[in-house]
């Protein structure tokens, strides 16, 4: 997968941070390995890709980007498997997930291969920042901006596409209370909610910043309309086991489509489980929280692959989900797909690229 079809430019630290790295203590996302890779888009091209020390960028203060947010990123894993090599897990669905961003934020497109093959690149120059600890993996973020420095409303014409890498520890995540949010809104029909689009986050701050006063851990987003149909949980995905069935709802404009969801639906088909990715109201997860057929509540997303719910909470009413138990569906995915991010299953569904 060597298809470099630019030279970059490959300028290496003389003063690699790697020494000072506590291993077995890695903070999320505040330690970035020794390398970026940076490229440019100027009249109508991309140029000038080159790999150079982790470090600060200088900016017109009229940048767009920073006034309007023409900005979107994309948020994957790097692990190491047993033999020690280091992969990737299904890049090409992020790569495709960018342009989808991008495109809805006036942003040009990078070709599928440039964007693997960049990341590939970079990390091939990191490799020893890719954790050797079990479960621990390199967390690589990919983002674009526009780099105009112009201050009318306007597509940009230059844009600025960079990757950098932390290496980060095992996540588990505790089983966490969430609330139906009913007031705010993540995202509309028509908007940018399916796009990684740096405002999207911004904008779901303040909700979650009151959510966490309540001592909720997490919002689950409902329908901007009607506040009717549950959407996503925080920035992750949802998943509900329901009499037994997976029940998701469908990834259409106001649902990012997740890479970890779209696995966990395949792993379960893939099992004979009954998956339906269909709208799912919130009085039906309440309904089925009462009468007990609700049995598992979790997020699905790449920093965390699943994180269990073990309350949800409507207008003041609080439900308790039962106990995760080994046999628990979202217990099972979560081992399997660990293992298979680490090569102890066979590649059977054509996920991993190696570095
Ligand atoms: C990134 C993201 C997800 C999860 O996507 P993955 O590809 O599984 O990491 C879910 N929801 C939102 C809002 C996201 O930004």
Known sequence: MEVDIFQTNIQLTKNSRLPQVNWDNLPFGKLFSDHMFTMDFENGNWSKPTIMPYGNISLSPANSAIHYGQSCFEGMKAHRNLNGDVVLFRPYENARRFNRSNKRMCIPEINEEVFVNSILELISIDKKWVPQNLGHSLYIRPFIFATDPYIGIKPSDSYKFMIFTCPVGSYYSEPVSVKVETQYSRAVQGGTGFSKAAGNYAAALYPAMLAAKQGFRQLIWTDAK???YIEEAGTMNVLFVIDNVLVTPIAGDTILN?????SVVDIAKDWGMEVQERKIEVQEVFGALKDGSLTEAFGAGTAATIAPIS????????FTIPESKDYHFHTKVLKYLSEYKIGKHPDKFNWLVKV
């Open 258 to 262: 997740g890479i970890t969801r779209k």
């Open 226 to 228: 009607e506040h009717k």
């Open 311 to 318: 309350n949800i909470s409507l207008n003041g009413e609080n």
